[in-house]
């Protein structure tokens, strides 16, 4: 019973990071499709911008590779709850980060098809919600070499 809690954390790091990447896309990309419209010359900035969000849920997919190992039968149940905590650290982080993400790059994509000169300032302001869910995903890493049995020699 106690590896359940384990995998509900890791449901839902996959499971949140990947909804927030879905919806910070289409966010970028319903923008995208607006601002072409207006200029189709600018796809290739759109189609990147866009994609910014996508990787929030590869970081809860990476974070799920990183702590599965951990999960066995004779886990405790800290060992179980430090699973879970992760797994809420990045879904949560990573939902809402591709969401914001994928606003800051609607205003760009939106000032793009203004004619506005906004690609390289758009995406270095992306980055900034970005570099929460790297953190996220680094906790995770964290949490998998600090808990007592979840570091490499443990099991």
Same mark, same amino acid.
């Given at each position: 019973m106690i590896p359940l809690i384990a995998w509900?954390?890791?449901f839902l790091m996959v499971a949140l990071s990947g909804m927030g990447s879905?919806? /910070?896309? +289409?966010?970028?990309?319903? $923008?995208?499709?607006a601002a072409m419209k207006k200029r189709d010359d600018i796809f290739a900035n759109c189609m990147i911008l866009s994609a910014l969000p996508g990787t929030q849920g590869l970081y809860g997919f990476g974070a799920f590779?990183?702590?599965q190992t951990h999960i066995s039968t004779t886990m405790s149940l800290?060992?179980?709850?430090a699973i879970l905590g992760a797994g809420l650290i990045? /879904?949560? +982080?990573?939902?809402i980060s $591709?969401?914001?993400q994928g606003k800051v790059v609607a205003n760009g994509i939106e000032s793009l098809g203004g004619g506005h000169d906004v690609f390289t300032k758009t995406l270095i302001l992306a980055v900034y919600p970005e570099l929460y869910a790297?953190?996220?995903f680094a906790t995770c890493f964290l949490i998998g070499g600090i808990i007592p049995g979840l570091g490499a020699a443990g099991g």
């Open positions: 509900i954390g890791m879905a919806l /910070g896309t +289409v966010i970028g990309g319903r $923008a995208s499709v590779f990183i702590l800290m060992q179980a709850s990045m /879904g949560v +982080v990573g939902l $591709a969401v914001q790297i953190v996220a």
